[in-house]
């Protein structure tokens, strides 16, 4: 079965830190681009950031509001993906989604396929 | 704000037919995607690009692209694709990924 699992969320004061975590199976994980997908309470959907494959260079990019303060990174041999958050402020609270991102294209139009989503780890940031 | 405009809240009657927008200048260079997100639910993928529907998604549910909106259709909806409605795209930048703000799609 496929699937994506995270953890690590929790309540946390501003300023602190947090390392959530996310798992997969059943894909072949060493070949995904692996996103991290965010949601604020009662808010839409935003993207936080992405690590590519190794094959693709492992390298990654943010979103501005988390840039310099988030860092992805991965471990291929355990199928894990990791969003350390540091400098938490309080409008970082959101359900923190993984996702597999599929880089694709048709008639030289690039687009990306967020196929596999785990259920979500909530982080809350307040005093 | 968001770089990918969607109307707010759109409502259609049982088995009729519905279009939900995405507008953005990213649009005429990137295709959307698009996902439908259910209450206490993760997003579901359920149309890409130009023509990819995922396995396991009905194909009442189609996308198209025209200058700098994009759009996904029902066509005859049923009352479980009552949901939430994001469109995504690469950014201007074509490093990131931007949501559209959502709509919510009432089925009458």
């Known amino acids: 079965e496929v699937e994506l699992v995270e953890s690590g969320g929790g309540l946390v004061k501003p300023g602190g830190s947090l390392r959530l975590s996310c798992e997969g199976s059943g894909f072949l994980f060493s070949n995904a681009w692996m996103s991290w997908v965010r949601q604020a309470p009662g808010k839409g959907l935003e993207w936080v950031g992405r690590?590519?494959?190794?094959?693709?260079?492992?390298?990654?990019d943010y979103a501005a509001p988390v840039m310099g303060r988030f860092a992805i990174s991965r471990d291929d041999s355990k199928k894990m993906v990791y969003l350390q958050m540091n400098s938490l402020k309080i409008e970082d609270t959101a359900m923190y989604y993984c996702?597999?991102?599929?880089?694709?294209?048709?008639?030289?139009?690039?687009?990306?396929?967020?196929?596999?989503w785990g259920q979500g780890t909530m982080v809350t940031v307040s005093s | 704000s968001s770089e990918l405009t969607q109307d707010p809240a759109v409502s259609v009657a049982l088995g009729q037919t519905v279009r939900i927008t995405c507008q953005g200048d990213s649009l005429r260079t990137y295709y959307a995607s698009w996902y439908q997100q259910k209450p206490g639910q993760a997003p579901l993928l359920v149309f890409s690009?130009?023509?990819n529907r995922p396995s396991g998604i009905p194909d009442r549910f189609s996308g198209s692209s025209s200058g700098n909106t994009a759009s996904l259709t029902i066509t005859g909806p049923q009352a479980e694709d009552e949901a939430d409605y994001y469109c995504?795209?690469?950014?201007?930048?074509?490093?990131?990924?931007?949501f559209g703000g959502g709509t919510k799609l009432t089925v009458l």
């Open positions: 996702t597999t991102e599929k880089a694709l294209r048709f008639l030289d139009r690039l687009y990306d396929a967020f196929d596999i």
């Open positions: 690009g130009q023509n």
């Open positions: 690590i590519k494959s190794k094959t693709d260079g492992e390298t990654t």
């Open positions: 995504s795209s690469r950014d201007s930048s074509g490093d990131h990924v931007v």
